[in-house]
């Protein structure tokens, strides 16, 4: 994992600097309160405001601290690190906030949003991309575009966003150590890896760099497997780990978070979704680094699509020969397929855009705006291609996109209420970003 900035590393002063001069009379109150139920018996004075912060009206956590009264100070101070560690990973937002302050404060809008039932496109127009390209393979375009994009693979950097463990296919471990293919057994990992050897020795040996987006629960099982298999054949220092940061699990409309029945002093935690994968780069240092190399292009990938490994390729050829600073791979969706469809949005004023838009919005969005729904068109198909999750964009473009940004992505919450009211959950949820 990449050393975390300075911003970052100075995160946890500034907290707690909020904490003492930021919350006057309530946070003596809050204080009062809970030294008198016992709650900050044992603890340091940092760890007491810590306490008291997440106590206060601001940030909603006091029904963390039931019992504390009898706990051990070192089972208090787990739960304590675990909420500075968090705090000091969660990435500056546009407007400057950051830590989970800014967690909580975001949450509570969304899940107001949500539980109002909201449309978050309501107002915007969709209509079909016609600004794409239709590659067909086979074709003399496509061999074209192959063999202008085949010629890019060394200047390209690959992603490989890969921090799900294989829980929902009955494999008891990582997505990328599942076997790709039954007569050989080798992995997804390893096939990506073979394909970047295969890149590097068309290219005369200009290593293909590997970026691997893991989370929490991936990523020590993927530096195993790197290491017990010597990285697949490619050199250590071409595959850069960037490990993603869990954030707290919601229970409520009100953005409590959720302690471990097994064990009180854990909060529960989730991932907070691929879009991460542009925080981590931007926060790593390595695109001015791929920059100096000559890298034009970035290509983002799933963990368990080896089939995108054939259209790469040719979509880097169209990307350079239409100029985009980013193209979506896509493939033909049936009509209500339970997978993201690329749109074209237009809102009621400034700029339209091309983006994925969730299957569980997209046809009640569509007959919103006067049409027919997520029906087929002649093709058999949806006109709404679907998204796989494969990006190629510019290098600089996206660079300097990141530097504009910070690397944030916008955030969106999905609870699955308990009834109609959409005030409780069926399980708890957590604030999510894609990566497009």
Known sequence: SPRRPAAARSRRASLLAMQTAGAGGEADSVAARLETDGVLSGLTAEEARLVCWLASEEM?????????????????????????????????????????AAYVSHARTLLAESAADLNPFDGYTVSVPRDGERMEVGTASFRADEARGGAMLKDTVFVLVAGGLGERLGFDGIKVALPAETLSGAT??????TALRAIEEREGGRKAPLVIMTSEDT????????LEHGHYGLQPSQVHLLRQANVPA??????AFVASEEDPFTLLTKPHGHGDVHTLLH?????????????????????????????????LGVSERLGLAMNSLAVPRAAGEAAGAICRLQPPAGDGLVMNVE????????????????????????????NVNTLVVALGPYADALAASGGAMPEFVNPKYADASRSVFKKPTRLECMMQ
């Open 283 to 315: 926060g790593s240092g390595l695109l001015p680094a791929f920059a100096a190399e000559g890298r034009s292009h970035v290509v983002f990938f799933q963990d368990t699509n080896v089939l995108a490994f054939k259209a790469i390729p040719a979509a």
């Open 250 to 255: 919601l229970g409520s409309n009100a953005a």
């Open 60 to 100: 909603g956590q006091a029904h963390l601290f039931a019992g504390w009264s009898a706990a051990a100070p070192d089972d208090k101070r787990r739960l304590l690190r675990q909420v500075a560690e968090m705090d000091a990973r969660y990435p500056e937002d546009a407007a400057g906030a950051r830590g989970l």
């Open 219 to 226: 990523h020590a099982l993927t530096e195993a497997l790197l």
């Open 188 to 193: 997804f990992l390893e096939i990506y890896c």
């Open 359 to 386: 299957y569980n919005q997209l046809d009640a969005l569509l007959r919103s705006t006067g049409g027919a729904g997520d029906e087929a068109d002649g093709s058999g198909y949806s006109p709404y291609p679907g």
